[in-house]
Each structure stands twice: as C-alpha cells, then as structure tokens.
C-alpha cells in the first residue's frame, strides 16, 4: 500500500502540490487525473523519489520512504518521454536494471518483450533509437517491468501517440495491471484515459486533490462546476435559486421553461446545474421534466450519434445535445429551427462553485 | 519553355564534373574551395618542396635537392638523440598531459554545468569565454610577469617571509601550465555541449532502474558524453602540439618544442628546408595522432559494448 501523508511541494512561493494526502491500495490501477499545471507530475515525481517534497511524507508498505533515493525505491517510472537508452540496444535497455540489481537475465528479455507484445526476433537487437513512437513506449513499460517494481508509475506515456494506437495501449496496460497483480499508478490530462483503465481516481486541481472515488462515482457525482466541466462533455447552468425540499433542491432559473425537484449529495448550496450531453435530448414541444428554448446552430454527425449545438436566447454559453441519429430524424428539428433542449430531472447533477 | 529550360538545365549539368560544380549547390562551394586552394594547400605545398632543398637557404634552387635535414630530424627524432630527440620528447610530453590535465579539469565541471548548476551558469560560463576574447601573448605574458624572477609571484611568497626564490619559469611544467590554461575552454566546451544534449530524464531513467553512481558513470554518462571527449581531446592534443608562443614565452629558450623550433629556425637561423621538414613532421605527427584518437576511443566503445 502506498500512503502519502500531507505531501507538499513549493517552488519558491509557487505551491504545486498543496498538502495532499492519498492512499493506493496493492494492485490497483490509480489513476490522478487534472489538467496541464495542476501538479499531477511533480506529485508523481515525489513518488518517485526524482524530487524532495517540501514537507509530507510517503510511506510504501509502512516503511517512510520520503527522502529514499529513486535507486532504493520499489518504484520504477515510465516517462513521458520514455527516456530509453539512445547509445543502447532494445535488449540492453531491458537488462540494465537486472543487472543493476544482479538478478539472472536468462531468457526474461523476450519473455518481457512478448508481455508487451513486441517480437523479441524482430526487435531484441534493435537500436533503441530505430524504434517507432508506440514500440518505444513498450520497450520503456518493459525495462520497467524488469525492475520488478512494486508499484509502476506512469507519467502521460501515451499522450503522443496516435488515437488508436492510444486506445489498444491503454486496454493493454490495463490487461496487464490486472495480470501482473501490480500496483499502477498513471498520471494524465485525459479523462478517456482516466475512465477507460482506472479502478480509482484523484481529480487535481491547482495542487489539491478535489475528488476521490471510482470513475463512475465521479462521472454521475462529480463535487464541484470544475470536475463536472472537466470531465467533459456537459452542459451548465447558472441557477438564480435553489430551495431544499426533502432529499433534493427545487432549482430554479431564469432560462428554465419549469421548475423541478433534483436529487444533491453535498453540504456546500448547489450553485449549478450540470447534464451531459448524452442525457440531453431535443424536440420541438418540451416533453421532459426540465428544459428550455434554444435555437438550433449546427448538427454535427459523429458516428451512430448527432451533436445538436444550440444557442439559448438569454445566454452567451452553448449547449449541447447527443442523440441518437435516428431519434433526431424523427424530432424533424433542424439547423436553425426553434426547439427544446430537454432532460430528465434524475439525469441532472447539481454542484457548487 | 518549360521543356527548353529542362533541357538547359541538362546540357549544364551534363556529365562534365566541371559542369556540375558550376550549377546551383555546386557552385555554393566554389568561394571556399579557392579560398583554401590559394591558403591551405599552396602553402603547404611550399613547404613540402623547400624541406626537400638542400640546408641553410632561403631561397629555392631548382636544380639542389637533398634529404639531408629529413635525416637530421628524422634521425634524431628515433633514436632519441640530440636536439630533435628532447624537441619530440618535449612536444609529445606537453600535449599528453596537457590533454589529460584540461580533460581532467572538465569532465566534472561539464557535467554540473550541463545538469546540476542553474544559478550563475551564464556568468561561469562568460568567465570561461571572455579570456578567448584577449590574445594568446597577452594571457601567457601575464603568466611571464606572474612567475618570472623579481615577479608577482616572488614578492607575495616574500611577504610570508620566503627568502630562496627558485624561478618557476623556463621549465617544462612552465610549458604545461601555459598550454592547460590557455587551451582549457577547448576541452570544456566539446564536453559540455554534449552534455547538454544528454537528457536530464535519461539520467533520471538510470536512477530509477536502480543504476549506483558508477554505473550511471560508466554505463550512461560515459558513453553518451563521448564524442565530446573524442573533439575535445582532438583539440586540445593537435592544438598543443602547435603552441609556439606558450613554449617560446614560458620555455624562453630553454626549453624547445616543435612549434618553437620551427619558428627558430624559419627566423633566427633562417635555415628554411630544415624549418620546412620539421614543419612536414609536425604535421605527420598531427594527423597520425589525429587517427589514433579517434580509432582508440571507437574501440573502446565497441568493447564496452561487447561487455
């Protein structure tokens, strides 16, 4: 188990990490999640032991670990960058932490190789610096896993690659964390990255950890306007009132046609309301608990679904339906109609600021 | 018209080497090459035809020639004998240590430079380039008036109430410590550029894959900073091997190297072919030198791969 208690992390009178505590139970798939500037990579650095934290600790398996060098640390990073070897082999990028560590080579180069899929006939002894960018990022995940770590951290490896070559290497690592029974810690800006492997999730917002839970937990109950809106794909907005009732709040709003009763979890007065754009739908009549009068400014095919983007009279903001294609050709709305922007009261999310 | 300038084109370029090198990137080079023509290998060529002229003039005689002071200096260089013998012995010592010495000195220096020092970089790094900016025989008579007899230096080891003064000059340290300190940014900066280009997080990498500090030396500092070491030493070594004013100044007389020698006979005994054939072993001397630099460290590498 990995626990880091009150870590923190100042660069002159910037604060990147802000005293953050976390724990990471053995074998999980952890996964801090943020964006560009929030401090996920100096926190993983620290981790790491590549930085000292200001103040805090960290603690592997009980044992503090906060001022052991990266040599002595159970901890093997695979970097953004991947940092392989350039005046080395593929193979002796592979045995040099067995070496380091004096354990029996053997045949474990090919065995690793095969674990991340790459043909040890083909590319054992390659120059490293030959390699393509996604036979790169797999040589860099197997010379960490010849260190045998305890815990693996990641730091956005993926996030040069193309699409789908990102998609089949994050279904990969996360096959392999399940595999190896390791613990995965991965640090990104992406949130498909994020949902797609993680068992658990840390949000991190300007060096605080905002949120903490699965994935789901947090797509259907994201804390505040900032996880909702960084998890993407959401439409906010601004309540005038919001007056408890029982187990939820009737919200009210200037732009709503309705008001309506809405479920809420925390302590802190809703001050927003959040929908996806999947739970949204459109129709010329209002047909749903909740919505409002918007004019159609684009449709936009993606796939089996349509992006509607609509504009609300009293508002600058945009919105945004995702419906399936068939259900909008039966609506007969189209660009540049009148129509609702609707959804159901269950389906709405209300957070503060 | 298209097709006419085409064919132009063609009918220029042709076959005729000559043809070619009058075209477009051909003709990019021809400015340098005359340049080079007329500067490096005219007068090279002087030289090798007056080494060949028989001894104490300075004038070509096109119907005298002789090897007489090929084996005079050649002689004398490998038996070890006479004036040639100590000139190649003082020539090759001087560069040696001074390559070891500036290598020495920089590795380490580099390395921080390139990856541990943020604060005072830029100053460090203009204190090391600013003496460039002075000419040789300024710095290295500083050094002169520094150590000679009645100098700085003998009137501060006064003050400590040290009566004996043994000069420092004249010596073939004297020599040495001249060449190290004015060739030293030579060293420094072949290392350091390709240090810079080494990734903090390749080092890093090493680190966490469990590397100790020799390894990280040996394994991953070592071999990436490599080629800086190779042009450094290329420098510093045939640089050296040149050095008239450090040997003329600091040897003052007493000591020759081939650089000074050279120069002494070319103008004090005005004996041009014998100037002209150790001009012609320095040289060779250079390039073989030159060759086993480069051929040594290949091998090294190919070893350490082989490990």
């Known amino acids: 188990m990995l626990k880091a208690t009150n870590l923190r992390a100042e660069y002159g009178s910037l604060v990147a990490v802000n005293d953050v505590d976390l724990e990471i139970e053995t074998g999980e798939f952890a996964t801090i999640v943020g964006p560009s500037g929030c401090g996920k990579t100096t926190l993983l650095r620290m981790l790491a032991g590549h930085q000292e934290p200001t103040s805090g600790t960290v603690e592997l398996g009980g044992e503090d670990v906060t001022y052991t060098e990266p040599q002595n640390r159970p901890t093997s990073l695979v970097f953004q960058s991947w940092a392989l070897f350039p005046h080395m082999t593929v193979r002796e990028n592979i045995e040099f932490p067995m070496r380091n560590k004096g354990v029996e080579v053997g045949d474990r180069v090919e065995e690793l190789l095969e674990q991340v899929r790459l043909d040890p006939d083909i590319h054992a002894d390659k120059q490293a610096t030959e390699l393509s960018g996604g036979q790169k990022q797999r040589v860099a995940l197997a010379r960490s896993l010849a260190y045998d770590p305890d815990i693996l951290l990641l730091d956005e490896p993926l996030a040069s690659l193309d699409y789908v070559l990102r998609k089949r290497l994050q279904r990969e690592l996360a096959d392999l964390n399940e595999e190896l029974g390791m613990t995965f810690i991965y640090v990104t800006h992406s949130l498909e990255s994020a949902l797609l492997m993680s068992d658990k999730l840390f949000v991190l917002q300007d060096g605080d950890i905002i949120q903490t839970g699965s994935p789901e937990e947090i797509y259907r109950r994201p804390s505040t306007k900032f996880i909702a809106e960084f998890m993407g794909d959401a439409n906010v907005f601004s309540l005038d009132d919001a007056v408890e009732r029982g187990d939820g709040y009737e919200v009210k709003s200037s732009q709503f046609a309705q008001t309506t009763t809405v479920p809420y979890h925390y302590d802190a007065d809703p001050e927003y309301l959040v929908v996806r754009y999947d739970d949204s739908s459109i129709g010329s009549e209002l047909t749903e608990d909740l919505g409002l009068e918007v004019t159609v400014t684009n449709v936009l095919v993606r796939g089996n679904t349509v992006l509607v983007e609509c504009d609300a009279p009293e508002s600058d903001g945009e919105y945004v339906a995702e419906i399936p294609i068939d259900e909008f050709r039966d609506t007969d709305v189209e660009k540049g109609d009148a129509a609702y922007l609707q959804w159901d009261a269950s389906k709405s999310i209300l957070v503060p600021e | ?307």
């Open chain 2, 1 to 307: 018209m298209d097709s006419l300038r085409t064919r132009v084109d063609t009918v220029a370029e042709g076959d005729n080497p000559l043809g070619r090198l009058l075209t477009p990137p051909g003709i990019l080079l021809v400015p340098m090459s005359v340049l080079l023509l007329c500067m490096f290998v005219g007068p090279m060529l002087a030289i090798v035809v007056f080494s060949f002229q028989t001894g104490n003039s300075i004038a070509l005689n096109p119907l005298e020639w002789s090897i007489a002071t090929y084996e005079e200096v050649i002689g004398g260089m490998v038996t070890g004998s006479g004036v040639y013998g100590d000139v190649l012995v003082n020539t090759v010592a001087v560069s040696i240590t001074t390559t070891a010495f500036t290598l020495v000195v920089s590795y380490p220096a580099a390395y921080a430079l390139a990856h541990k020092i943020t604060r005072y970089k830029l100053v460090f790094l203009m204190i090391l380039i600013i003496p460039l900016f002075t000419s040789v025989n300024i710095r290295v008579f500083g050094w002169a008036l520094f150590l000679v007899q009645n100098g700085v230096l003998e009137s501060i080891v006064n003050l400590f109430g040290v009566r004996e003064y043994a000069s420092l000059m004249y010596m073939r340290s004297t020599i040495i410590l001249g060449t190290t300190y004015i060739y030293l940014p030579f060293m420094l900066f072949p290392i350091y550029l390709s240090m810079l280009s080494i990734e903090e997080t390749t080092l890093e990498a090493a680190k966490d894959l469990g590397a100790s500090r020799t390894t990280l030396f040996r394994r991953i500092l070592l071999p990436l900073s490599k080629p800086g070491i190779i042009i450094g030493s290329l420098f510093v070594f045939v640089l050296s091997l040149g050095a008239n004013v450090e040997a003329e100044i600091l040897g003052g007389g007493s000591i020759f190297t081939m650089a000074s020698n050279i120069q002494y006979s070319f103008g004090y005994s005005q004996n041009w072919p014998l100037g002209s054939t150790q001009a012609v072993a320095l040289l060779l001397i250079t390039v073989v030198a030159g060759i086993v630099i480069l051929r040594t460290i290949d091998l090294q590498e190919i070893a350490s791969r082989g490990e």
